[in-house]
């Protein structure tokens, strides 16, 4: 299958929008468990553009990074969750807002 | 990959190596103390491999560029991760069980340092940079109790995630604009790819610079510093502080370098806002912070502004001058935060209420090493002649002026000034008189306090040997 | 005798030095002896140094050593001595010494005895120097040194603040004059590359035409300082305040000596004002005027102090009269007499404010008279002298002045009259003072009269009052020959009748009360014009409020430095900052991930040039 | 070597007279003084060696080999930067008055330090060895290092033994220092880098950069640069403000070495670098810096007169009296130069005495307000005496230093300037209102009951003879200052020759 | 042409499923949004000729991670009082700064994107071309990505076996 006739500019509008909207919901959501799920739709907006880039270029390199991107994300959501479990026990609450102890 | 390749990657090979080392161990028997000299003989085995990769310096696949300057600070966050070490031995050790683990994730860290120090590729950047970033998490959320690690640890990983993914974001439309990944294919490409579409290439790079610029708290990239310095044990502020920022940085000025990409005047005026709001915002903040762990977080802000100035300089100046002056700065700053973070380590270790500036009062009386070693740090901070602060100030300036940067020069001559203010806070209130603190500090501490005192004086007094040296890289 | 002449300012400085540095464990006698013994040296120094000159006329100009050498500008410790010179050192060293005599007594209870004679000594060394100086710096040397001991004689009791104060007055005050005149001597060696007086003149006689600008305003800054040390309007206003000081300092410093040093420094660069007819004029306008202020502010002074204060000030008025017409020997002259009979006046009040108890007002005393005859004789003669009563000293120096002034193209009847009213004046005020004390009822009991070192100087002086007058002063070759001319005789007689006609009158008024002045007094006008008067015209009142208050005022205002406030702004800009930045420092997590969007949107921006790069 | 040793024997007799208190408590003190002493000595001997100094050659500015003495070594050469002192007769007046000023401060610290004698001492010393490195260094890096390097234990002497505003006063003093040295060093490698651009070389030499060609657009920011560091540290107004803080809080040897020796590295370093190497510039500049000095006499008078703490109103004395300084800097005839050199000898002892009388009132009375003290001569005779001299002698009185240094300012500024001179002139009566006030405050009026009750101690031995070393100095140099401009003519002169005077014929106006 | 459609419209369930994910005040909700929404980019992938990235999108992405999502989730065990927070917290005013910021940036990236041209690609890039690639030059890659995973793993083990023994450790006090 071949994806002639999809201009590139097209998949990268659709990447940004993703880009966008993860990044609104990580500035609106309070709940941690949602912070993460925004991170990872940014991380997939980045994905799907290195894949498009990489289907503009004929390269398999984009898909190699999009594998590593996978990895991070894996790596980073692990660590990520852990934490979450940590705060929930240390500050009773989920909410980033109420967890807050440092500033200044 | 032959075989003088994987001479090359000696050190990148040694760590992994320790990394198993200590995961056998822990399976055998979990020890401290073991875990500790694993660790510690480790990397002492790297630093020496560092210096035995310079016989075979080469890039290494497409992904890594082993040569003098990365080589140089691989060994260069060595030695900091060894300050780091010696300073967890004694913060850790009060942690319940399975305290093994952060061995294991400080020796991944570095490992991720030393990775983003080589690359030469926008992969070994990203994992270089997660695998860092990553390990990192854990280090600072590692203690069993209190929230302020924890919070800590919440706050720099969404954050630093967030970055990551406009690094990445960056990185793909770089990817689109040039169809090139690595740095040097990227510099090959960049002026055309700028003439077929200047605005992605440009949004591209500016993407990836704030992401980069995130990690080295860069204004208005800076706002999770503070909070993470002060959140995480304080051996892993001074680890967060010196070798992933300066990894980062090195990182940093290979991808500019090397990606060509200060030949754009767009991006160059973007790097001159963030020097100066870093320059400006980071001695702002800091003026009058209580926390000592907060201060030197904002005074780190400040420092990476001045930095920025030497990248800022490379659009006008041969890289030579450029990346001598990169490296004596770096060099400078990692020796003199490592010293100050002993020194807070020392002194305060994990206690909030120890960390605040009046609880130093008498330091000079009651510690007198520790006091003047803070001293000196602080000093240097302040870029005080003798000290190597000073002579990495004089080494931005001069570039600065070679290359005409007026406006930012005087930026940063009102910044400085600002900032004099609070490293004297410090200074004077361990001159005023109170009651002594009793507590002490292991010999390993003691050296690693005199040691760090002693580079920053001779990097100041007499830096000719080591510019002779950073010269050859 | 030529060659050591620089003993005779040395040995009471060497005096003086001694007495700081070891007057404490002296004992009375051996710092009186010390004091007087070394002023008793340098005149009769003096003495044999005139009478040496006396046969050869030789002048004599002896240099120690260079000052200092820069670029030209080489002023020497070097001294030049002629006629002019010969005076006043007489007139220092000689009255001087009988000052300082007195002083043993009237001081001899004093707690600070080795103070006052290191202080006095050091005050003739001073003035030596000024009077000895062969150039304009070490002049001023003397000059500056004179003002300094005067302030710490005036403000030698030191415990009350009025004498401190006036103290402060009378430097700062003089300073004020100095510094002008210190401003002539820059120009002055700007423009003729020296400072030595002899090459000066000459120099400037080469240089300048008559009226030019350049000597006319540095012989005005040389006025300025003139009158500042000479107490002529407008900065007369030290004098009378400077009285806070002990009584023989008063007639030393105050009287005899360092009033008149602008006189002298007139006399000595008369060959510059020559040069400068309109600074001369002003030099003259100056002195009449300061001669009748002071001549009417004295009339009503009731503190016998004040009195002989403003009188000085008159008498100099008088001097500088002569100097502005040209009389310069009779200037001189005058200087000389005055000396004699005010510090003769002013010893004799002393000794009425030594037996008095402090006494200074002139209607607690009166009879006097039989109670203190030594004293009423030595007043007698010095008022008549003051007054200038035919054949006392006063009289030929001050008929000298009045009769030239006359001669005085253009404006000189109009001085000559002037001059009359202020010996009229003079007349009354002196007698005044005489009848009022010596005579009537006894208002406060004497201890007893003087005792022989008040007396033996007083009486000298008194000596001195009557027959001063036909002394020769040998300052023929110093000054110019006056042209030898007389006024028509009727001037000479009016100018030696009036202060005859005087006398009368305070006869009339303050002796038998025949002429009575209450309802003048009592008038409205009358009572004003008293006020005026006695205040000194009001100048003191005026000078406080144009200078003295706003001065104060403005350090008040500064004390706080304007310019820290300055710095102050830019730390509380600082602080706001820091403020600001740190509540944007506030730990939400959301909040610190939008201002990395902020941040991401303003970067991208930058670099891509958005938004005009998209259009 | 001498040179260097110098300033070793200070570093380590610090380091010693630190360890000394180990032995005991009054050991320090006796250990830095002999230190000084040594020092002085030591350099005495070297000169009276030299065949030179009995007849001052005159050096010229640019050739290191004409100086009395001259030192180089490479420092780091990747730069140009070397260890490079020179002395010539300004520098040696400076480091004479350096020594003997130190011993003097250490005579004052006698017993008015009671804690950590020790360090004291030892950062006195390092002070004084920072303060010689200024006078002596003439590579321009080497003198920034020194510049900077003096100020750390002045910090900690401010910090630590100050009195109670200590750490404002401290923290001002520093920052104003160290801000415009930042600006010195943005000079610095502006002009080495313009050098460097035209020759290409890395040097920083004083020699070398003497004939550094440059826009002048560029002398003249370059210029400023040095001028404003230099300005701060005189003080000149506008950035005097921190002085008065400073000097107030500093305890008394801390005043002394800041009054009696930083000051003049200022007006030094506008002799010995603002000057010569931007001649141009610094003519164009000279009527701005020479209103700055008048405003700078003026406006210390008044605000001294205006002060009711004896340390302060001496400290505003010394604004007022550098003012001079700047002055005949600027007015750059050899009368007015001369005039600023002797101003900087003559006023480091007539205010160093000053403030040690502040001390010792400090000591005695507790406070240094001014309202508080009154009649104290009655009970202190001899301090009173003494006070009224260096009174008399900061106000200008003909004989002793001071008023040469003034008289000679004035005559130069007259010859380039006459209404500068006539504002500046005005200071003399406005410094005779405020000196004359301290006095009457503080030793003159009414005994304060408070005083003679408690039964003050007059000056003992100690402190009369460190009084007298500062009285002949200044009669001496009152009577016969020749040694002194003898010292100083040849460099001002050979100074003079590198540029060409803004001396303009002023009189013809008249 | 059909491709184009089939693009659109997987675009847009991707994009409105994300905006639900986002705002679904219910995590399980949200979550089960996301994986739609990563579905359907999986379905671009397929269409822009990367079928191993399509692949890998659904077994790792939507399969693994969601699903450690799913289990932290249940362990958590929110409840309806959390969807109610939720709701609370998504006032307009809340929303409406990081909207706008949002909006800013997507306007920066649409402008700078859409002046990019061209079609995507010419031919599809096999899983073997990636294959070849991983394990040519991107060999040292894989080694580090493992070493990523490792320090992922001894993280999250260090901090989620914390949370066990405690809740076990609680469990026992209790009994």
């Keep these: 299958m071949d994806g002639l006739n999809i201009p590139l500019n097209h998949i990268l509008l659709v990447s940004s929008l993703l880009f966008a909207i993860g990044m609104l919901g990580l500035m609106i959501r309070r709940n941690i468990i949602f912070i993460l799920m925004s991170l990872e739709v940014m991380l997939n907006a980045a994905a799907l553009a290195f894949v498009a880039a990489g289907a503009h270029w004929g390269q398999p390199d984009g898909q190699v990074v999009f594998m590593l991107i996978l990895t991070v994300a894996a790596a980073e959501v692990a660590v990520g969750l852990g934490l979450v479990l940590q705060v929930q026990k240390r500050f009773k609450t989920l909410d980033m807002d109420d967890a807050n102890r440092m500033q200044g | 990959m032959n075989a003088t390749m994987f001479s090359a990657l000696a050190p990148i090979l040694m760590l992994s190596l320790t990394a198993v080392v200590l995961m056998i161990q822990a399976s055998i028997k979990r020890d401290q103390s073991v875990a500790w000299v694993i660790t510690a003989v480790g990397f002492l085995l790297t630093l020496w491999s560092a210096s035995y990769a310079r016989d075979f310096i080469q890039p290494v696949t497409i992904l890594l560029e082993v040569d003098h300057w990365s080589l140089f600070f691989t060994s260069l966050i060595l030695m900091a991760s060894l300050v780091t070490l010696v300073l967890s031995k004694e913060t850790f050790s009060s942690e319940g069980e399975r305290k093994e683990e952060y061995y294991l994730l400080l020796v991944l860290s570095v490992l991720g340092a030393v990775v983003l120090i080589q690359s030469s590729h926008m992969v070994s950047l990203l994992l270089g940079m997660e695998l860092m970033g990553v390990a990192l998490y854990a280090m600072i959320a590692f203690p069993e109790r209190g929230q302020l690690p924890l919070e800590g640890a919440v706050k720099y990983l969404v954050l630093s995630a967030c970055a990551s993914a406009m690094l990445l974001y960056g990185f793909a439309l770089i990817y689109a604009a040039t169809g090139e990944l690595s740095y040097a294919g990227i510099g090959a490409r960049a002026a055309l790819a700028y003439a077929e579409n200047p605005m992605l290439m440009m949004a591209g790079s500016a993407m990836v610079l704030a992401g980069i610029g995130f990690k080295l708290s860069v204004a208005p990239f800076h706002m999770w510093t503070p909070d993470v310095y002060e959140g995480a044990p304080t051996p892993v502020t001074g680890f967060l502080a010196t070798v992933s920022k300066s990894a980062v940085f090195v990182a940093l000025s290979r991808f500019y370098i090397d990606g060509a990409l200060y030949q754009f005047s767009g991006l160059n005026t973007a790097l001159v806002v963030l020097a100066i709001a870093s320059m400006l915002v980071g001695n702002w903040l800091a003026l009058r912070q209580k926390n000592i762990k907060r201060l030197l977080a904002y005074s780190s802000i400040a420092h990476f502004g001045y930095l920025l100035v030497v990248l800022i300089a490379l659009t006008y100046l041969e890289a030579d001058l450029v990346s001598q002056s990169i490296t004596f700065y770096l060099t400078a700053y990692i020796v003199t935060t490592l010293a100050a973070f002993t020194i807070v380590s020392m002194v305060a270790g994990e206690d909030t209420a120890k960390q605040n500036i009046s609880a130093f009062a008498g330091l000079f009386w009651s510690r007198p090493l520790e006091a003047s070693a803070l001293t000196v740090a602080m000093l240097s901070l302040a870029g005080i002649p003798l000290t190597a602060g000073f002579m990495a100030k004089f080494f931005v300036i001069t570039v600065g002026i070679q290359s005409g940067l007026w406006g930012l020069l005087a930026v940063l001559v009102i910044a400085s000034a600002i900032a004099i203010y609070y490293y004297l806070r410090i200074i004077f209130a361990m001159t005023q008189s109170a009651q002594s603190s009793g507590n002490s500090a292991n010999w390993q501490e003691k050296l690693a306090a005199i040691v760090l005192m002693a580079s920053i004086l001779a990097l100041g007094s007499w830096p000719q040997p080591f510019i002779a040296y950073a010269g050859l890289l | ?615 | 070597m001498v040179m260097i040793n110098l300033i070793l024997i200070l570093l380590i007799g610090g380091l010693l007279a630190m360890l000394s208190e180990r032995i005991s408590d009054t050991m320090p003190r006796k250990v830095a003084m002999v230190v000084v002493l040594t020092d002085l000595v030591y350099l005495l001997l070297c000169l009276s060696g030299m065949p030179e100094i009995t007849q001052l050659q005159a050096p010229v500015a640019n050739d290191p080999s004409t100086w009395l003495m001259h030192f180089k070594t490479d420092w780091i050469p990747a730069f140009g930067i070397s260890i490079e002192l020179a002395l010539d007769g300004i520098s040696l007046l400076m480091v004479l008055l350096t020594l003997i000023l130190g011993a003097i401060a250490i005579s004052a610290s006698w017993t008015d330090i009671v804690v950590r004698k020790g360090f004291f001492e030892a950062n006195l010393l390092w002070s004084l060895a920072g303060v010689l490195g200024v006078f002596m260094a003439l590579d321009l890096m080497l003198f920034f290092l020194f510049w900077e390097v003096m100020l750390i234990p002045m910090y900690f002497m401010i910090a630590i033994w100050g009195h109670e505003n200590r750490g404002y006063a401290a923290m001002k003093f520093f920052i104003f220092t160290q801000a415009s040295g930042l600006l010195m060093l943005m000079s610095i490698l502006a002009l080495v880098a313009v050098n460097q651009s035209a020759t290409g070389i890395w040097t920083f030499s004083y020699f070398d950069l003497l004939n550094t060609q440059m826009t002048e657009q560029a002398a003249h920011w370059i210029m400023l640069g040095f001028f404003i560091a230099f300005v701060v540290k005189l003080p000149g107004f506008p950035f005097h403000t921190w002085l008065p803080d400073a000097h107030t809080q500093a305890p008394t040897a801390g005043s002394v070495i800041l009054a009696g020796i930083l000051l003049k590295t200022g007006a030094y370093g506008l002799i010995r670098f603002a000057v010569p190497l931007f001649p141009e510039a610094a003519l164009d500049f000279s009527s701005a810096a020479m209103w700055l000095g008048a405003a700078g006499v003026v406006y210390g008078a008044v605000l001294a007169f205006g002060q009711t703490d004896f340390k302060r109103l001496i400290a505003y004395s010394s604004v007022s009296h550098m003012g001079f300084v700047l002055l005949g800097i600027y007015a750059w005839n050899e009368l007015a130069l001369q005039g600023a050199v002797m101003q900087m000898v003559a006023h480091g002892f007539s205010t160093a005495a000053l403030f040690m009388i502040a001390g010792s009132l400090q000591e005695r009375l507790h406070t240094r307000d001014m309202r508080e003290m009154s009649g104290l001569w009655q009970q202190m005779p001899r301090m009173g005496a003494v006070a009224m001299f260096f009174v008399v002698a900061s106000l200008g009185l003909p004989g002793l230093g001071n008023f040469v240094a003034e008289f000679l300012v004035l005559l130069g500024l007259f010859q380039v300037n006459i209404w500068i001179t006539v504002v500046a002139a005005t200071g003399l009566i406005t410094g005779a209102a405020y000196s004359l006030l301290l006095m009457q405050r503080s030793f003159q009026g009414q005994a304060n009951q408070k005083w003679v009750d408690s039964g003050l101690v007059d000056f003992g031995t100690r402190e009369m003879l460190t009084m007298a070393v500062m009285i002949v100095a200044l009669i001496f140099l009152g009577i016969y200052p020749q040694p002194v401009l003898d010292a100083a003519q040849p460099v001002l002169q050979s100074l003079l020759n590198l540029t060409t005077s803004p001396t303009v014929a002023i009189v013809e106006v008249m | 042409m059909l491709e184009i459609v089939f693009f659109y419209i997987a675009a847009t369930v991707a994009l409105m499923a994300t905006v639900m994910a986002m705002t679904r005040p219910n995590a399980i909700h949200a979550l089960i949004y996301l994986i739609v929404s990563l579905l359907a980019v999986a379905v671009i992938f397929f269409l822009i000729g990367a079928p191993f990235a399509a692949a890998l999108e659904i077994v790792i992405y939507a399969g693994a991670i969601m699903v450690l999502f799913v289990f932290v989730i249940m362990m958590l065990n929110l409840g309806e009082k959390g969807n109610k927070q939720e709701r609370q917290w998504l006032q307009p005013s809340i929303w409406a700064g990081p909207a706008i910021l949002s909006a800013i940036l997507l306007i920066e990236l649409i402008l700078v994107i859409s002046q990019t041209n061209g079609p995507v690609s010419v031919a599809a890039v096999s899983a073997k071309q990636v294959g070849l690639s991983l394990f040519g030059p991107y060999v040292l890659a894989v080694e580090i990505a493992s070493m990523l995973l490792l320090a992922g793993l001894v993280g999250s083990f260090h901090l989620g076996r914390r949370y066990l023994d405690r809740d076990n450790l609680e469990k026992q006090g209790g009994q």
Excluded at chain 3, 156 to 161: A, G, L, R, S, T
């Design chain 3, 1 to 615: 005798m030529s060659e050591t002449i620089w003993l005779i300012p040395l040995i009471p400085l060497l005096s003086s030095v001694t007495l700081m540095l070891v007057g404490t464990r002296l004992k009375a006698s051996q710092v009186g002896a010390l004091g007087v013994g070394s002023v008793g040296i340098s005149a009769l120094l003096t003495l044999l140094l005139a009478t040496e000159f006396m046969q050869n006329q030789q002048v004599i100009q002896l240099s120690l050593w260079t000052w200092m050498e820069v670029a030209g500008f080489a002023p020497g410790i070097s001294f030049y001595f002629d006629g002019l010179t010969l005076v006043m050192m007489s007139v220092i060293t000689g009255v001087g010494f009988l000052i300082h005599l007195f002083s043993t007594e009237f001081m001899e209870k004093d707690p600070s005895y080795a103070r006052y004679f290191a202080y006095l000594n050091m005050f003739v060394a001073a003035m030596l120097v000024l009077v000895m100086a062969d150039n304009l710096l070490l002049l001023y040397l003397g000059w500056e040194g004179v003002g300094v001991c005067s302030y710490l004689l005036v403000g030698f009791w030191y415990q009350h603040n009025a004498n401190g104060y006036a103290a402060r007055k009378a430097f700062i005050v003089t300073r004020i004059g100095d510094t002008a005149m210190a401003m002539g001597l820059l120009l002055l060696f700007t423009e003729l590359g020296t400072l030595d007086i002899q090459t000066m003149v000459g120099e400037a006689d080469q240089t300048w035409q008559v009226g030019a600008t350049v000597p006319t305003i540095a012989c005005l800054l040389l006025v300025c300082g003139a009158v500042g040390k000479s107490a002529q309007l407008p900065l007369h206003t030290w004098l009378p305040d400077a009285m806070a000081g002990p009584t023989p300092v008063s007639a030393l410093i105050h009287a005899a000596t360092m009033v008149t040093a602008g006189v002298y420094l007139i006399a000595r660069t008369h060959e510059l004002f020559l040069l400068a007819p309109i600074a001369m004029t002003v030099v003259a306008v100056i002195g009449i005027t300061t001669s009748l202020m002071a001549a009417f502010t004295a009339l009503m002074q009731t503190d016998i102090k004040r009195i002989l204060a403003y009188s000085t000030i008159s008498q100099i008025g008088y001097m500088f009269l002569a100097l502005g017409v040209g009389a310069w020997s009779a200037g001189i002259f005058h200087l000389m007499t005055h000396a004699f009979f005010k510090a003769l006046l002013f010893l004799g009040s002393g000794a009425i404010i030594h037996c008095l108890h402090h006494e200074h007002n002139i209607f607690k005393m009166g009879g006097l008279r039989t109670r203190m005859p030594v004293t009423f004789w030595s007043f007698m003669i010095g008022s008549s002298a003051l007054a200038a009563l035919p054949m006392t000293s006063g009289f030929f120096s001050k008929d000298q002045i009045l009769l030239q002034a006359y001669q005085f193209p253009e404006i000189g009847p109009g001085l000559w009259v002037a001059g009359l009213l202020g010996a009229l004046l003079t007349a009354i005020y002196s007698f005044r003072l005489v009848f009022v004390v010596f005579f009537g009822s006894v208002n406060t009991e004497p201890d007893k009269d003087t005792g022989w070192r008040m007396a033996v100087p007083l009486s000298i002086l008194c000596l001195l009052a009557m027959v001063g007058g036909w002394f020769m002063i040998p300052v023929s070759e110093v000054f110019p020959a006056s042209d030898g001319s007389h006024p028509a005789h009727w001037v000479e007689y009016v100018s030696i009748s009036v202060p005859i006609v005087g006398v009368l009158v305070a006869y009339l008024i303050f002796y038998t009360g025949q002429l009575k002045v209450d309802r003048l007094a009592n008038s409205s006008f009358g009572k004003s014009l008293g006020k005026l008067w006695l205040s000194g015209w009001g100048i003191d009142l005026l000078y406080d409020r144009l200078f003295v208050k706003p001065y104060y005022g403005l350090a008040n205002k500064l004390k706080s430095e304007p310019v820290d406030a300055l710095y102050g702004l830019i730390v509380t800009i600082n602080q706001t900052l820091n403020q600001w930045l740190s509540s944007a420092q506030s730990g939400r997590m959301r909040w610190y991930i939008a201002s990395m969007v902020a941040g991401l949107i303003l970067v991208i921006m930058l670099a891509a040039n958005l938004p005009e790069g998209a259009l």
